[in-house]
Nanobody, 123 residues
Framework: QVQLVESGGGLVQPGGSLRLSCAASGGISNINTMAWFRQAPGNEREFVSY????????HYVDSVKGRFTISRDNAKNTVYLQMNMLKPEDTAVYYC????????????????WGHGTQVTVSS
């Protein structure tokens, strides 16, 4: 069983930056893709970004392209989401997810989820 623990959320002003971390443990040898999703109040959980096992492929939702960067440190079993130029509409709970599938971006494709970390962008 894979366990995912997010950290790094908080309150930041518009235009600011945050870096989220997702530490993975357990049966991670079969995990091929890790991703970040987010969910704002009243909205469905939406895909933000994924990174494949070997970091060969990354993908972003259009609304964060050029502002967010996903990366991973396999030695630490940790995935990061560097978020720059944050906007109020980025406010949401951010979830880390993992799947055996390769290059997945649908909610239903992911087998394991963290508990989420709150990101609030407000002046």
């Amino acid at each position: 069983q894979v366990q995912l623990v997010e950290s790094g959320g908080g309150l930041v002003q518009p235009g600011g930056s945050l870096r989220l971390s997702c530490a993975a443990s357990g049966g991670i040898s079969n995990i091929n893709t890790m991703a970040w999703f987010r969910q704002a109040p009243g909205n469905e959980r939406e895909f933000v970004s994924y990174i494949t096992r070997n970091s060969l492929f990354t993908h972003y939702v259009d609304s964060v392209k050029g502002r967010f960067t996903i990366s991973r440190d396999n030695a630490k079993n940790t995935v990061y989401l560097q978020m720059n130029m944050l906007k109020p509409e980025d406010t949401a709970v951010y979830y880390c997810a993992a799947t055996r599938r390769y290059r997945a971006e649908e909610y239903g494709d992911y087998d394991y989820w963290g508990h989420g970390t709150q990101v609030t962008v407000s002046s």
